[in-house]
């Protein structure tokens, strides 16, 4: 008897208020025996990990629970965390080999029959480090991926005001490079993502800009140390996300 492959869930938590997960994300974190939490570095928190903490604290409590009572039949699943290192790097070779590593690990458990629940911030389809590990699983393995919410929907919440209206464009931005100047130009509204990375230069280029500008950045957005600042930060923590509409 051949044994069942186990099914690999890239699952959203959202932009970090544990309420904020879905009905279906919480399901799956519930009941799947292997949770795949990346860490930035080896010594380093995974912020994901730390959101649904609660979770793992309640499965923790009910394994005892259901271990003092002798009651194995109805036992809550054991559960495993695996934490592979995604650095921050932009060097594409030591990205590929931790990526690979991390797929061989997950890989491990999936041939062993078991299901494994990859979290990441946000939703897994926006930029997000699930998507290096599902392009070299997802012919090996079924892979079902639950939407979260993401983080730049989450600052407009928090802000109050719409994103887009009526035919407005929006653009989102990773990373600013030579293309700035013209995506300036084309766009109405505009996600900077990952504001820590902005350069003096960039704000410069941003307020030279003819016409009305609206320039909001958000720290750790739906957190209890969540910060809105008008215009760009002086201090930038990692999970900042600015969100910028010219009127033309």
Known sequence: ??????????????????????????KVLKNVPIICSPRSAPKKESIALSIINPIIKKRENEKSEYNYKDNL????????????????????????KHWDEASELISKYLNKGQDVAFITLGDPSIYSTFSYVQKRLEKSFKIEVIP????????ASSIGKPLVEKDEILMIIPKIDDRIDKLLKEGDSFVLMKTSRNTEELENIIYEQSGEKEITSVQNCTMENEKIIEGFPKNKPYLTTTILKLKK
Do not use: H, R, W
């Open 1 to 26: 008897m051949t044994l069942q492959k186990g099914k690999l869930f890239g699952i959203g938590i959202g932009p970090g208020d544990y309420e904020l997960l879905t009905i279906k994300a919480l």
């Open 73 to 96: 039949e109805n036992q809550t699943p054991s559960l495993k965390i695996l934490e592979p290192v995604f650095p921050m790097t932009e060097d594409k070779k030591t990205l590929e």
């Open 148 to 155: 979260g919410i993401n983080s730049f929907t989450a600052c």
